[in-house]
Structure formats: structure tokens, C-alpha cells
């Protein structure tokens, strides 16, 4: 069984959508990750995030993200928790709009500061561990 990780990975490295993954999929998608600029890696981040492709993210987007990331690298036990509190800061700023949805630019602000995130996307900022003290 394929994880929901690998899932979205796949639909987002699938440009074409011919639900396949050709080796100039592949490649394009390792190269951007190892070798593409910080702008390139947060766009990334951002169409694997923007499950609807709607050019927003929202709460039960990040949040599934999160989830996903928490399972892998951390295990089941704590991702629902950890991804609710992550969400809770990111959806309680008053910069939010009323429909809680992020735009591109808040969405890159926010998942700079969660290490996971970087980790997985491979991003160079730094995160801030405080932000998911439980």
C-alpha cells in the first residue's frame, strides 16, 4: 500500500497527468528538490499543499500535509496533535482572511518555521522549534 505521502508526491511530480510518473517527471522533480532555488522548493511545497489546486491553502489542506510528514518521520501516535497545533498558530494570526485560506506569499512565512516541512521539501530557512512546543 502506497502512503498518502507518496500518493500526493506522485500526483504532483505527474505534470502531464497521464497518471504516470515518466523518467522526465522524475527527473525534473529530484533535480528541483537537490538542486532548485528556495523559490523553487516553497512553489513546490505550495502545489503539493493546494490539494484542490484552487491557489489556496486551507486548514484541512496544511493540515493533511502535516499529518503526512508527522506519520513519516515521526510516527502515527503524535500527527494529528502536532498538525492541529501547527494549524492553530498558522489559522489564529488576524492576518488570515475570513475564509482561512492562505495565500502563496503567508503560506511560504508559515511553513518556513515548521522542520519537518523544511526537511522534506529541503528548504534552507530556518525553523522555529518553539512553534511546536506541545
Not at 63 to 88: I, P
Not at 89 to 115: G, R
Amino acid at each position: 500500500m502506497i502512503s498518502g505521502l507518496m500518493e500526493r508526491l506522485f500526483a504532483v511530480l505527474d505534470t502531464n497527468g497521464s497518471y504516470k510518473v515518466d523518467f522526465g517527471e522524475f527527473l525534473a522533480g529530484v533535480h528541483l528538490l537537490c538542486k532548485g532555488t528556495e523559490d523553487d522548493k516553497l512553489s513546490f511545497a505550495f502545489r503539493f499543499c493546494d490539494q484542490n489546486e484552487d491557489g489556496l491553502v486551507d486548514r484541512e489542506e496544511l493540515s493533511k500535509m502535516v499529518m503526512m510528514l508527522e506519520d513519516t518521520y515521526n510516527g502515527r501516535h503524535r500527527s494529528l496533535h502536532n498538525a492541529n497545533l501547527f494549524c492553530d498558530v498558522v489559522f489564529s494570526s488576524e492576518k488570515q482572511n475570513l475564509d482561512h485560506k492562505l495565500q502563496y506569499d503567508d503560506f511560504c512565512h508559515y511553513v518556513l518555521m515548521h522542520p519537518l516541512i523544511c526537511k522534506f521539501f529541503k528548504l534552507d530557512s530556518e525553523p522555529s522549534p518553539s512553534l511546536l512546543q506541545p
